[in-house]
């Protein structure tokens, strides 16, 4: 059985902090892990990771995936309120591709 | 509005109904995928479609639920003889493709009384 597991469960900061976020998995055969912003509705994707140690960046927000050690880390630089919300990681196998199995996301919030 | 589309939005109901929501994909999105949501969790797999074939169902789902997409088009979730443990946001997603990032719908909060 696939499984995700995220850390910190919650995540209390200042605007202006940096943030890493950690998303550890097991998945059989894997194809991709993949990062989502959830406020107060549905999910909306961030990054998708497949190879090893090359991140992707999207304005203040990057992410990495290391596959030997099966983690991947999700940074937040200068955080805003706006970057208030749950961060969900996901994993998709090969086995089972387009299925994502879901981690139970870390709660950041960011105070002025 | 060319996102993920659910309805109802909302939906209370008493134990023992049945319920049933529906599901507009992005059009030319042939994967839909339905998740269950409850607080503090992440989404859970409750089953997709390629097109109009359910490819895989959870083994944590009864017998209770059942979805269709008969015309590779939109979705329907039914669940027979709710119960309390029901109560969740029921998500859908679509994507354009078997290796794609999903694309989710604002959700149908069901609360079962």
């Known amino acids: 059985e696939d499984k995700v597991v995220q850390s910190p469960l919650s995540l209390v900061v200042h605007e202006g902090d940096t943030v890493t976020l950690n998303c550890s998995y097991e998945?059989?055969?894997?194809?991709?892990l993949l990062w989502y912003k959830q406020e107060k509705k549905a999910p909306t994707f961030l990054f998708m990771l497949?190879?090893?140690?090359i991140e992707k960046k999207s304005g203040r927000l990057s992410s990495i995936l290391d596959k030997k050690e099966l983690f991947s880390i999700l940074n937040i630089t200068a955080t805003q309120t706006g970057d208030s919300a749950i961060y969900l990681c996901?994993?998709?196998?090969?086995?089972?591709?387009?299925?994502?199995?879901f981690g139970d996301g870390t709660t950041l919030t960011v105070k002025p | 509005d060319t996102g993920v589309s659910q309805d109802p939005r909302h939906k209370i109901t008493k134990r023992g109904q049945n319920v049933t929501f529906r599901c507009d994909p992005i059009?030319?999105?042939?994967?839909l995928y339905w998740y269950r949501q409850t607080l503090g969790q992440g989404p859970e797999f409750l089953t997709y479609?390629?097109?109009?074939?359910?490819?895989?169902k959870s083994r944590l789902l009864s017998d209770r639920f059942s979805a269709e997409r008969p015309k590779g088009s939109f979705s329907t979730l039914e669940i027979q003889r709710t119960e309390q443990g029901d109560s969740a946001m029921y998500l859908c997603?679509?994507?354009?493709?078997?290796?794609?990032?999903?694309?989710f719908g604002p959700g149908t909060r069901l609360t079962v009384l």
């Open positions: 998945v059989t055969n894997f194809r991709s």
């Open positions: 479609f390629q097109n109009e074939a359910q490819l895989e």
């Open positions: 996901a994993v998709e196998g090969k086995s089972n591709a387009g299925k994502s199995t």
């Open positions: 997603a679509s994507s354009p493709g078997e290796y794609n990032e999903q694309f």
């Open positions: 497949t190879s090893s140690g």
């Open positions: 059009s030319e999105h042939n994967r």
